[in-house]
């Protein structure tokens, strides 16, 4: 369920100040992936299983004497609804399972704001809310006016400072909302000519049952999550989080960040490309491989 083609530059080594904006974005520079593939297997939900035992059943755990079928690196979310909850600290055991397994490379995919945190705006006449947080355009930084680098109110800004500071050790990729590009209206695979295709027009927001919001607006939660993860962890991948159409990956690189309709002003000057290092593709191997 991962994961990672079409690096874009080479860099061998550079250096950020601490908690400071970053400089660069993915149009100058990413990071050559070096290291094997490897899928990034979503373990699910089994109500009479824990993480660590899924984990155990996954990638071999010699001290119960589990072989493992296999996997080497793991996809697991941490959206902000539940670490809201639970406390940033809630998965770190399990991560430390995942590690000590040999997991490597692990995939963590972000999104679903808390209630609080939600931005309660229906956009484009859909009978839903936005999927994505309030005060998104808000400053990204604020010099450590309440305690962090990151300016609080953006909820979401500060969502990924805070789980990204704790769980780096255990990450390689970040993924910015689970399938962002979900779409049940046929317009993101319908062929240039046909009214309201994505390689022509953007989508709508009732479009995209993920996001419920202009795609601008996904844009700059890209950009949001690439300064801040760069900030802390150079050396991390930002991706969307697994994209199904490639009308949809034409529209991230062809709009900017712009609310009003993304286009290139000085205030967004570069368009959705410069905000993600890697693409991921999700694969379902039980519907055919």
């Given amino acids: 369920m991962r994961r990672c083609l079409g690096l874009l530059t080479a860099l061998t080594c550079f250096c950020i100040p601490v908690f400071s904006q970053v400089n660069y974005n993915a149009n100058s520079q990413v990071i050559p992936y070096t290291n094997f593939f490897a899928y990034g297997s979503n373990m699910g939900y089994y109500n009479t299983w824990n993480d660590a035992a899924i984990a155990d059943i996954a990638i071999g755990n010699p001290a119960i004497n589990v072989k493992g079928v296999g996997v080497k690196s793991l996809r697991p979310p941490l959206p902000d609804y539940f670490l809201d909850t639970w406390g940033y600290g809630i998965r770190v055991n399990e991560f430390n399972h995942y590690k000590a397994l040999g997991a490597i490379d692990n995939t963590i995919f972000l999104g679903e704001p808390a209630a609080s945190h939600r931005d309660l705006t229906s ?66 695979y319908a062929e240039r000519g046909v009214p309201g295709n994505w390689w022509e027009y953007p989508p709508s927001p009732c479009d995209l049952a993920n996001l419920r919001a202009p795609v601008y607006q996904y ?47 000085p205030e967004y000057p570069l368009k959705g490309g410069a905000y993600f290092d890697a693409i991921s593709f999700h694969d379902y191997p039980m519907y055919g491989l």
């Fill in 123 to 188: 956009y484009g006449g859909c009978n839903d809310y936005s999927h994505l947080f309030k005060n998104l355009y808000s400053p990204i930084w604020d010099g450590g006016a309440n305690g962090t680098p990151v300016n609080d109110t953006n909820y979401f800004a500060l969502y990924v400072y805070n789980t990204v500071s704790m769980y780096k050790p255990y990450a390689k990729f970040w993924e910015i909302i689970n399938e962002p590009d979900i779409d049940f209206s046929g317009k993101s």
């Fill in 219 to 265: 844009i700059h939660t890209l950009r949001v999550a690439y300064e801040v993860i760069k900030t802390i962890d150079p050396t991390a991948y930002v991706t969307p989080g697994g994209l199904g159409y490639p009308s949809f990956l034409d529209v991230l690189l062809r709009y900017t960040d712009n609310p009003v309709d993304g286009s290139v002003t």
